[in-house]
């Protein structure tokens, strides 16, 4: 086996070039990356980013367009009952059975996958001795937080090589999502391949790598301090009282190259090294502006997104 073909093996997510479209709208366009064996892989994007369909291909619910993909060393075309076997997927949406209890549910998925609770109870125990109480419990009844625990338990039944999870933790309250990521942690040192993809650019930070991804094209892809280091702007954050005016206002002022809505901040790029705080206080001093406050700012994950879209 030639030295290529072992670097390849080694790799549990390859895709090359893939694409699929909709209705003549292209949800991937050319997206291509490699996951590395046990890392934790963020695919970063908006609603409508193409994070869904990019999961629902490499998992082999859907057929790409054109391009190539392999999960664990196996074609996503030709493969995909291995493949099936390999990984484990948690969708956006709750797709368990809500008639079900939770031990039911749990049962059911154990059973597809020829294996038991019991067997890879290991695993998914710090998960599921969360939702143990409530076993009897129909899993529609559960709270959001309880739901989400659920499917992860059920993702992981079968002891999968590879983890896909899509959008685990929108509209889950912020306390789960702190436990989700915890979670997350402990599973990578179990030795597991997890790609996650979230529309919230502040969990980005909480990955190896991460891939920036809108309208189904891939921006970046580095580890999140490399974007940011990269961003190689000035940065300035800005509020005053009247913090609509204010937008406006600085997005007509010739040396400010961006100005977005952060929070209850505004962020500026400045195009024009030699302006000063005091010169765009005064600016915004001389169109009505009181109580301003201009601060330096390191850049987010957002702050780089933004500047890729441009």
């Not at 997510?13 to 291509?32: E, G, H």
């Not at 990356?33 to 963020?42: A, I, R, S």
């Amino acid at each position: 086996m030639s030295l290529q073909n072992n670097i390849q093996a080694m790799i549990p997510v390859q895709c090359r070039s893939l694409n699929k479209t909709y209705k003549k709208i292209p949800a991937l366009q050319d997206v291509s990356f490699e996951v590395n064996p046990g890392e934790l892989f963020g695919i970063i994007g908006p609603d409508g980013a193409g994070k869904t369909t990019l999961f629902r291909i490499l998992t082999t619910l859907l057929l790409p367009a054109s391009g190539s993909a392999t999960v664990d060393g196996y074609d996503v075309v030709k493969d995909y009952k291995e493949i099936r076997k390999r990984v484990g997927y948690m969708p956006g949406r709750f797709s368990l059975y809500q008639d079900l209890s939770v031990e039911e549910n749990l049962t059911f998925f154990a059973s597809v996958f020829n294996t038991t609770i019991e067997e890879n109870y290991d695993l998914i125990k710090d998960i599921y001795c969360q939702i143990e109480p409530f076993k009897k419990r129909r899993a529609g009844a559960l709270s959001g937080g309880m739901k989400q625990k659920l499917a992860l338990s059920c993702a992981l039944i079968h002891r999968p090589s590879v983890l896909f999870l899509d959008e685990p933790t929108t509209g889950v309250d912020p306390v789960s999502r702190k436990e989700f990521w915890e979670i997350l942690k402990k599973l990578k040192q179990e030795g597991i391949t997890i790609l996650v993809s979230t529309p919230y650019m502040d969990e980005a930070s909480l990955c190896d790598r991460i891939a920036l991804i809108n309208n189904g094209k891939i921006l970046k892809i580095d580890t999140p301090e490399n974007i940011t280091n990269q961003f190689g702007k000035i940065l300035w954050t800005l509020q005053s009282r009247n913090m609509h005016t204010l937008l406006i206002d600085l997005r007509e002022h010739p040396a400010i190259g961006s100005c977005f809505a952060f929070g209850d901040t505004h962020h500026v790029t400045i195009t024009n090294e030699q302006l000063k705080m005091d010169d765009l206080k005064a600016y915004l001093e001389g169109k009505g502006h009181v109580d301003i406050v201009i601060r330096p700012a390191g850049a987010t994950i957002e702050d780089c997104f933004m500047d890729l879209l441009k």
